[in-house]
């Protein structure tokens, strides 16, 4: 287990990383989420031991990083950010070296080499130089060297960046093989990935941790406001109305003028999503609105992501809505009573 | 620190790099010899080994700054730093390891230099114990500009730089001594006596005739540790003010 506590990052006056705690439990992928500049990497090398934190204290299996760190340090294998190969090198040597540096016996390292280059797929590189292979086979070489010696817990700092899609699956389904028997801490942009893999998620923005949860709990917080896409055909403040008035709906978060006569409605729910589906589409239909495409948007780990982040940027009104697409529409000829006694008819 | 030494001597004899620096230094060092023996003719001139370790020291202000330029500005510019300071060593093992591998390659550059006794020895007269101890003061003399390099090697992350800058030390180091006798500094005998105590030249002196002196032994062995501690404390800092 990793035991992070309060940890603190200065940079002359400039707070990088602030107050941020955490664990890593045994056997767990923990994925680490955040803008560029949040602190990942900070962090990251934080807890590998490459930087001296500025307050705080990790812990690696009870091991104080700060305190000895070379015992806390023989448990992690850490990918940076980039690769850190020796581009003069081979591969082979390059691997031969690193499991010289990890304390690996001699008699071991020739299979743990082969062992890793397989995991890999690098074995028929094996031979070349550093400098001659492709980005995706440095960040190759660059894992295997984090994998040497079959450290408890890997850092990866962005492990799949620069990888052509069928590495990125390569190098995903590896992470999470590694499960089994490792913990693994996982940064990445890329938020599809990171909720393919992971079981928690830690968000961080600013230095500042924003959330600290499983991926399902993240997006059940979002709330019971799933999101609609309706894109009608002619009149659409009409529409307006009757999707503003139909039970259920919170609220429209966006409309957008798409060609000549097509609006769509991005709108939040209050109640079930099929339910409110199924009543705007027949209360459209009623009023002869021709609707071109309808579907729901379920909760992800991008909206949490956005949310959490874009915190602070205020709400939009319906007038300010219209604005963006071209004016204010008629005033409404619609009376309220028309929609009434039409619930739940389809 | 093993593997770290193994992997430095990797770098430099897996590559043409060493071999280069030896055959210069054998190009220097012949020459040297040559123009020694040239001038044994006239009968002002006393040749000695010693005289031609002198004349070659000078060489060594380009020499060993190329030895020692990558040793960590190479680390730094390739991000291979990380690896290192992430791994289980601590950063004096670092720093020993790689001071031996440079020491290794600078025995391997004067290995070819022995030759010349040798033959010598065959067809003439060699002094023996003058000669052993030249190659101590010599050696120590390298091994003092090795770590002064290394030194300005972890300052950054340019390898031309830090062989120019390496440059201009040792040559301030080799003519520290000429510069306190100017007219001028010995005026301050303080002044003088301080600047006179960094100068190795006047203790090569004392090994190239044949002396082993302790104090000479502590002086340039005192250099190498203050300057690879300094290494050491280099290399902490830099982690950090990282950012």
């Known amino acids: 287990m990793i035991t992070i506590d309060k940890l603190t990052k200065f940079y002359g006056n400039n707070l990088a990383v602030n107050n941020i705690s955490f664990t890593i439990n045994d056997n767990e992928i923990l994925g680490f989420l955040g803008p560029n500049g949040a602190g990942k990497s900070t962090t990251m090398n934080m807890i590998s031991g490459f930087l001296p934190m500025s307050g705080g204290s990790v812990e690696i299996c009870g091991v104080d990083v700060s305190k000895d760190p070379v015992k806390a340090k023989s448990n992690i294998g850490y990918l940076p950010e980039i690769p850190p190969v020796y581009p003069d090198m081979r591969v082979r040597e390059y691997l031969s070296f690193c499991a010289g540096l990890k304390r690996i016996p001699y008699g071991k390292r ?13 074995t028929d590189v094996q031979k070349k130089l550093i400098k001659n292979l492709s980005k995706g086979y440095k960040q190759r070489v660059g894992f295997a060297q984090a994998l040497l010696g079959d450290p408890k817990f890997l850092i990866l700092d962005e492990p799949t960046v620069g990888l052509d899609p069928n590495q990125v699956m390569e190098v995903r389904n590896i992470i999470k093989s590694l499960k089994k028997d490792h913990s693994v801490i996982f940064s990445s942009h890329i938020l599809s990935e990171v909720s393919e893999v992971c079981d928690r998620v830690v968000i961080i923005n600013k230095g500042v941790i924003k959330a600290i949860d499983t991926i399902e709990n993240l997006e059940a917080s979002v709330g019971g406001s799933t ?3 309706i894109k009608i055909k002619g009149d659409r403040s009409r529409a307006a109305a009757v999707i503003e008035n139909t039970q259920g709906v919170a609220e429209i978060t966006a409309i957008d003028a798409e060609g000549n006569d097509f609006f769509a409605f991005t709108v939040s729910t209050k109640d079930d999503a099929d339910t409110v589906r199924s009543a705007i589409m027949s209360e459209l239909l009623a009023r002869k609105i021709q609707i071109t495409e309808i579907f729901t948007e379920k909760p992800n780990l991008e909206s949490v992501f956005t949310r959490l982040i874009n915190s602070e940027s205020e709400k939009k009104g319906i007038d300010a809505l219209w604005d963006e697409v071209g004016g204010q529409p008629s005033p409404l000829e619609l009376n309220k009573d028309d929609f009434d006694g039409k619930e739940g008819e389809e | 620190m093993l593997s770290i030494y193994k992997k430095e001597l990797q770098s430099f004899f897996y590559t043409p790099f060493a071999y280069i620096l030896a055959a210069l230094f054998m190009f220097l060092f012949t ?10 003719e006239s009968n002002v001139y006393e040749f000695s080994f010693a005289g031609i370790f002198y004349n070659v020291i000078f060489y060594f202000i380009f020499l060993v700054p190329i030895i020692t330029m990558r040793t960590f500005a190479d680390e730094r510019k390739f991000g291979t730093e990380v690896l290192l300071m992430t791994s289980p060593v601590n950063v004096a093992q670092i720093v020993l390891g790689k001071f031996l591998a440079n020491i ?3 025995l391997f ?12 020895a065959i067809k003439g007269e060699v002094v ?9 003061g010599f050696f120590c003399w390298g091994a003092m500009y090795i770590a002064i390099g290394m030194l300005i090697s972890s300052f950054t992350e340019n390898s031309i730089i830090a062989a120019i800058v ?3 030390v040792m040559f301030a180091f080799l003519f520290v001594d000429d510069f306190a006798q100017t007219g001028f500094i010995a005026q301050y005998p303080k002044l003088h006596s301080a600047l006179y105590a960094f100068a190795a030249q006047p203790r090569f002196e004392y090994f190239s005739q044949g002396f082993i002196r302790l104090s000479d032994i502590v002086f340039f062995a005192s250099a190498i540790i203050v300057a690879l501690v300094w290494n050491y404390i280099s290399l902490e800092k830099r982690r950090w003010n990282k950012g």
């Not at chain 2, 020459?31 to 044994?40: S, V």
């Not at chain 2, 023996?128 to 101590?136: D, K, P």
């Open chain 1, 110 to 122: 020739s299979d743990e080499i082969e062992r890793v280059m397989k995991l890999l797929n690098i």
């Open chain 2, 104 to 106: 290794t390659v600078f």
């Open chain 2, 31 to 40: 020459y040297m010899f040559n123009t020694g023996i040239g001038d044994m």
């Open chain 2, 128 to 136: 023996v114990s003058q000669l052993v101890c030249a190659y101590i």
């Open chain 2, 109 to 120: 550059m004067i290995l070819g230099s022995t030759l010349f006794p040798i033959v010598t």
């Open chain 2, 166 to 168: 390496g440059e201009i």
């Open chain 1, 227 to 229: 999101i609609l896409h």
